[in-house]
């Protein structure tokens, strides 16, 4: 794959995201990775989708240091560039403030698997970080939120858990390419508004059965995955 | 009807989906059955609804055996199957994931009939299975979904009953003919939300008196009908 | 206006029907009447709205004579003929089954007049019917629906309070023309949405002073209105 | 800026609001003023945004008298007015009815600042005004209206906080030009929308610590701000 490649993949997957309902405004970011030149690419700062195109994607190394573009990449950039040295397998990243996550992410609660829509895409509950300290947010304020989504996913798969929710923030979510990022923040945005619409007939509505949720994660997902054409 | 002609009708069915916002990504299947031949047609599995035609469309025998068509079909065929094998006078079966009917499917609750909407489609409650058994995920998920269902109608008229939700997981629907399935889909999901804001309102809301129920169903669906043009 | 006019009016209600959307597949009609010639237009009985034409309107007299047409009318029409025999001054009737009236419909709860947006449209709570009995069932049941409606605007001006929620059905709205029942219609049920989440936000939220209501309600409607050109 | 330049902003931005779905009907105005004039462009009262084009826009000066057009002004105006003499840096003035704004309007409560959505553009809770006395609302209903948001803005400052709540009616946003007090009311409208799932989900919830408030609004907005491209 080519720079250029990579960044009309990630400029077509940040306007899915506007295809998906999924941003307001300028609200979002997605990003995308090559592996191989550690190179990132990535959603400009502020623009907006109505004019994007591949040319204004900006490329920069896992330093943060401009590669290719003019213009300045996503505020969150660093957040994007720590999960790519966290998470060695993940290809591309998205970030939104889609409503029924963030939500969740506010009110400090995990989203709980309750169904199989749930349990297609995310093996468990949705993880939820802890807030940053004072500190954190005065010293590096977008790279420890980084910092407290991998501290969260310690002994957690990230390609089997590909999304998080940052407490009184909103989600990211991640998978083996930009699209595939931009299909797990969509599936989280439907779980979120079906948890809320579960939790409001039953407030204390118990999880989904643990074999019903590997069975649905693995026919999907597993060695022995059945689902679509292969 | 010819064989192509069902593919059509399915096709067609399936592209109904996305026109009623009942499917997010690939999550939903329509199938029609041609109850002569004992053949049924079905969706793909995985593909998208943006570049679905007649030709991808995957016809099989009751036994699950492929006839024509080179893709998989979709992985709910044993459902199907076992539906159409259970419930001999219909001739179209929807799945969906559409999120108020999953709410209550999650929450573990039946849709009780409120109002002349859910009475002018489905004659009561729309039923809740139980969750499957460990053993039957085990050993036959989807074949098993069907059993479930099927036990849960003991004594229920599938046509006077057109929808069913399965716990933990999702609605299915059916109807004389795919395109009615895909319209029973798209009313329960109505039903299902109205449902809920009702019970926002009213927790403990009482059903529908029976005799408004039985006139709201029977002015469209009894022998003496007289809703629409006849 | 002649007949073929207050056909394409009440053809074009219809359809504005479809933008604001307010309905799903068929439920909902607007008719529209002519009190010179005491003839009423309705929407023809579940014909789809993709392909409704002014040729398609029915015309009846007000005793439900079709004098123009060859389709069936509105399975309705009764309660619409009723509902232009009391109330003489209005021009125009929609029936809908939108959501969030439909929710107060079915919990059997009047929706309060909380805010300004409610008493520009509505002069007070738009009131709820009783339940039709058994016996109002099954002698007349669309002529009787008109029946509860008459009796519970007893003292209340139609044209100041141009709406009401038959319990457990769905709500019923009319106005000077069709276009304004519609329009009426939308309202109410923006109406009902607002008033649903102002009722999580507080179960017992208390109305609206009484002289906002009337000064919101006079600025639109009363003889010294001075909203909008005139 | 000419006055025919701010016509034309004023139009866009009116019709902004159809683009992001925040009015119904006619519900809403933006206005816009020319500081160095002293004029103001709004909204005609009642005219439909199907056929708004910048010559329908009037243009009054500060004490409302009409300088151009031929339409009566938007009947808001005199609360338009208000606000412009009271917050001397701001460029243009929105109001509407959007839904999750009105429901905390019409339950009488503000909306706290739950996360960093909220806190990227309103630095604390969106600001809940009294309800006006009945001789306030007697003697001059839309100036009274005014009259309590710059009451209730003591100690604040209108473009650290561009919006408001008027009891038991509607917001009203505000920004450095016509647009920018557009996009502070959809902000507003989505911040209202996740605010009431967030008390959903639980509903004591605390607001976003004051420090993660500070760094979210300041790096949108402070003299430091590094968002977007400068």
């Given at each position: 794959m080519t720079l250029n490649e990579l960044k009309e993949q990630v400029c077509h997957a940040n306007?899915?995201?506007v295809k998906y309902q999924l941003v307001t405004l300028t609200w979002g970011n997605v990003s995308g990775i090559d592996r191989e030149r550690g190179l990132v690419a990535i959603k400009p700062s502020g623009v907006s989708y109505d004019i994007m195109r591949p040319e204004h994607i900006v490329v920069?190394?896992?330093d943060g240091k401009r590669v290719e573009g003019t213009l300045n990449p996503?505020?969150?950039t660093p957040t994007h560039l720590a999960l790519y040295k966290a998470f060695e397998k993940i290809g591309g990243i998205t970030h939104t403030h889609s409503e029924h996550a963030v939500?969740?992410?506010?009110?400090?609660r995990e989203i709980p698997c309750f169904g199989t829509t749930h349990a297609d895409h995310f093996y468990g509950a949705i993880p939820l970080t802890?807030?940053?300290t004072e500190q954190e947010v005065e010293e590096d304020y977008e790279g420890n939120t980084g910092t407290v989504i991998i501290e969260r996913f310690a002994?957690?798969?990230?390609?089997?858990?590909p999304a998080v929710l940052v407490a009184g923030h909103a989600p990211f979510a991640w998978g083996k390419t930009p699209e595939d990022s931009v299909k797990n923040s969509l599936v989280l945005e439907k779980v979120a508004q079906m948890a809320l619409g579960t939790l409001q007939l039953r407030p204390e509505n118990p999880p989904l059965?643990?074999?019903v949720l590997q069975k649905h994660y693995l026919r999907?997902?597993?060695p022995n995955a059945y689902y679509g054409q292969k």
């Amino acid at each position: 794959m080519t720079l250029n490649e990579l960044k009309e993949q990630v400029c077509h997957a940040n306007l899915e995201l506007v295809k998906y309902q999924l941003v307001t405004l300028t609200w979002g970011n997605v990003s995308g990775i090559d592996r191989e030149r550690g190179l990132v690419a990535i959603k400009p700062s502020g623009v907006s989708y109505d004019i994007m195109r591949p040319e204004h994607i900006v490329v920069i190394d896992l330093d943060g240091k401009r590669v290719e573009g003019t213009l300045n990449p996503s505020s969150d950039t660093p957040t994007h560039l720590a999960l790519y040295k966290a998470f060695e397998k993940i290809g591309g990243i998205t970030h939104t403030h889609s409503e029924h996550a963030v939500m969740f992410a506010q009110a400090g609660r995990e989203i709980p698997c309750f169904g199989t829509t749930h349990a297609d895409h995310f093996y468990g509950a949705i993880p939820l970080t802890r807030y940053l300290t004072e500190q954190e947010v005065e010293e590096d304020y977008e790279g420890n939120t980084g910092t407290v989504i991998i501290e969260r996913f310690a002994g957690i798969n990230p390609l089997e858990m590909p999304a998080v929710l940052v407490a009184g923030h909103a989600p990211f979510a991640w998978g083996k390419t930009p699209e595939d990022s931009v299909k797990n923040s969509l599936v989280l945005e439907k779980v979120a508004q079906m948890a809320l619409g579960t939790l409001q007939l039953r407030p204390e509505n118990p999880p989904l059965p643990a074999y019903v949720l590997q069975k649905h994660y693995l026919r999907k997902h597993g060695p022995n995955a059945y689902y679509g054409q292969k």
